[in-house]
């Protein structure tokens, strides 16, 4: 079975300054992908970034990027530049691929980030 | 272009009711997913439906939770006789195809279940 973890439970940062959030993964599958969400107070799920594990460059959306490091199992995102409502709960996932070709995601535990002025 | 909507946002139940939590997904989607929010916790997949099928069940609990997906009108996740421990967020996907998107499926808003 496949497994997401983000080991750090909390994070705070200054203003301005840049961010990692460390995600690992563990799969067999030689095909997957891995997303990141954003998750504010109020609740919603907020799509940031998406990497395909056939993807020969990282993934970069605005402030976003994913510092995809295969061999290491690793697919960690970096914020630049944080401002004070990148303050949420950030969840890294992975595509499961079920049969039929029908396909779910899996969550990790999530990290929370608090951006201080 | 509405994107996922989830009805109602907030739902209280009493030990023993029902709960029934609604999804509409996006327009032209035909595969919707529910997946369950514990506090602190990630989400967890529950249910895979096609119109009219459902298609991976494996994250439903055995007794007491039944999803539908009709024809007509929105997906159904039903709770029977609720417990405490159901208390949590449900969010609701939709995707066009089963293969889904590169963006990982559209969320909707979510329904947050309290029972009292």
């Known amino acids: 079975a496949q497994k997401i973890t983000q080991t750090q439970p909390g994070m705070f940062v200054q203003e301005k300054e840049a961010v990692t959030l460390d995600c690992t993964y563990d799969t067999s599958d030689p095909s997957y992908g891995l997303f990141w969400y954003k998750q504010p107070s109020s609740g919603e799920m907020?799509?940031?970034?998406?990497?395909?594990?056939?993807?020969?460059?990282?993934?970069?959306?605005?402030?976003?990027?994913?510092?995809?490091?295969k061999a290491r199992k690793s697919a960690n995102l970096v914020i630049s530049a944080s401002q004070l409502g990148d303050s949420a709960m950030y969840f890294c996932a992975m595509r499961e691929i079920r049969w039929q070709g029908a396909q779910k995601l899996v969550f990790g535990q999530g990290t929370r980030l608090t951006i201080n002025p | 272009n509405a994107g996922v909507m989830q009805n109602p946002r907030h739902?209280?139940?009493?030990?023993?009711?029902?709960?029934?939590?609604?999804?509409?997904?996006?327009?032209?989607?035909?595969?919707?997913?529910?997946?369950?929010?514990?506090?602190?916790?990630?989400?967890?997949?529950?249910?895979?439906?096609?119109?009219?099928?459902?298609?991976?069940?494996?994250?439903?609990?055995?007794?007491?939770?039944?999803?539908?997906?009709?024809?007509?009108?929105?997906?159904?996740?039903?709770?029977?006789?609720?417990?405490?421990?159901?208390?949590?967020a449900y969010f609701c996907a939709s995707s066009r195809t089963k293969q889904g998107a590169n963006y990982g499926y559209t969320f909707g808003s979510g329904t947050r279940l309290t029972v009292v």
Not at chain 1, 46 to 68: C, K, M, P, V, W
Not at chain 2, 27 to 34: A, C, E, M, P, R
Not at chain 2, 46 to 66: A, C, H, T, W
């Open chain 1, 46 to 69: 907020i799509f940031l970034i998406y990497q395909g594990s056939y993807d020969q460059q990282n993934a970069t959306e605005g402030r976003y990027s994913l510092n995809f490091q």
């Open chain 2, 11 to 88: 739902l209280v139940r009493r030990r023993g009711q029902e709960a029934r939590l609604r999804c509409s997904p996006m327009k032209g989607h035909s595969h919707v997913y529910w997946y369950r929010q514990l506090p602190e916790e990630g989400l967890k997949f529950m249910v895979y439906l096609q119109k009219e099928n459902i298609i991976d069940e494996s994250g439903m609990p055995k007794e007491r939770f039944s999803a539908e997906f009709p024809k007509e009108g929105p997906s159904i996740l039903r709770i029977q006789q609720v417990v405490r421990g159901d208390s949590a």
